[in-house]
């Protein structure tokens, strides 16, 4: 082994530098320069995706927090890959203080929690009756009905009152905050 000038060997220096260069890429730092660091909202952003829906036709997005129902936030866990907490005490807030999602069983395939179409709101911020607390609405489609995509909550009450649709209350709760939707967004 040959020790230099400083008194280290040539393997030490290999060492240390590689635990230099490490230290230097987990602090942030790339060519010279330091990384921005994150706020407390982007690392959260990144935790919890956004999922698009719809709300009188327009796309919207949104993120799931909180559940009342263990089996709603497992599925929704296993959806997005962020963790959806249980809170059985949202089933206990009354229904008029909650706002509508509808979510779909069976149709036209994409994002939805069932892999169908995405789910359909009723209101967004800024609508008087708005709050991110949303009792859920399962929406089937009827068989021999030729499903497809709806964006609207008239919609859907359109296609139920033809008989196409059926809509069940599963009495289900989950706090679906918007990030995006028509003339703002957080």
Known sequence: ???????????????????????????????????????????????????????????????HTEASDAQVASMLTMMMGSPVLVVPSLKEIPAASLSDVFVFTNGVKGGGPFGFQPDVFSSTPGDKDYTPLRAVRLVSWKEGVTARELKSVDGIKEAESQ???????PGAVVNMPMVKWPGGQR
């Open 163 to 169: 008989g196409q649709l059926t809509i069940a209350q």
């Open 1 to 63: 082994m040959q020790v230099g000038k400083t008194g280290y060997s040539s393997s030490k220096v290999a060492i240390i530098s590689i635990i230099l260069i490490v230290i230097g890429f987990s602090l942030g730092y790339f060519g010279g320069q330091m990384a921005a660091p994150q706020t407390a909202m982007q690392s959260a952003s990144m935790v919890v995706p956004p999922v698009k829906g719809f709300y009188k036709g327009q796309e919207i997005l949104f993120i």
